[in-house]
């Protein structure tokens, strides 16, 4: 079984940049489509970002588009997220979640981290 840790969170100004990361334990993530959500205080967990097993294909969500990207090192065991230009709504936990690739849904997460975007 693969377990996820996430970091790289922390308290950043309006316009600046982060970036995360999941750091994969147990197995290797190699064959898992890896994600990234994401949820404020009072709001549902929403999907920010995710990139399959081999790492050629990613999907990045609309409300972060041109700002986020995703990637993953495989032989690092390792996805990353790249925030740029972050804006006070970015302000969450952010989670990373791990799916083997012929399963339909997420089913392994971390722990979360905290992102504070102050304006």
């Known amino acids: 079984q693969v377990q996820l840790v996430e970091s790289g969170g922390g308290l950043v100004q309006a316009g600046g940049s982060l970036r995360l990361s999941c750091a994969a334990s147990?197995?290797?993530?190699?064959?898992?489509?890896m994600g990234w959500f994401r949820q404020a205080p009072g709001k549902e967990r929403e999907f920010v970002a995710e990139?399959?097993?081999?790492?050629?294909?990613?999907r990045i969500a609309d409300s972060v588009k041109g700002r986020f990207s995703v990637s993953k090192v495989n032989a690092e065991n390792t996805m990353y997220l790249q925030m740029n230009s972050l804006k006070a709504e970015d302000t969450a936990v952010y989670y990373c979640?791990?799916?083997?690739?012929?399963?339909?849904?997420?089913?392994?997460w971390g722990q979360g981290t905290q992102v504070t975007v102050s304006s």
């Open positions: 990139i399959t097993w081999s790492g050629t294909t990613t």
């Open positions: 979640a791990a799916r083997y690739y012929t399963s339909q849904k997420y089913n392994i």
């Open positions: 147990g197995r290797t993530i190699t064959n898992y489509r």
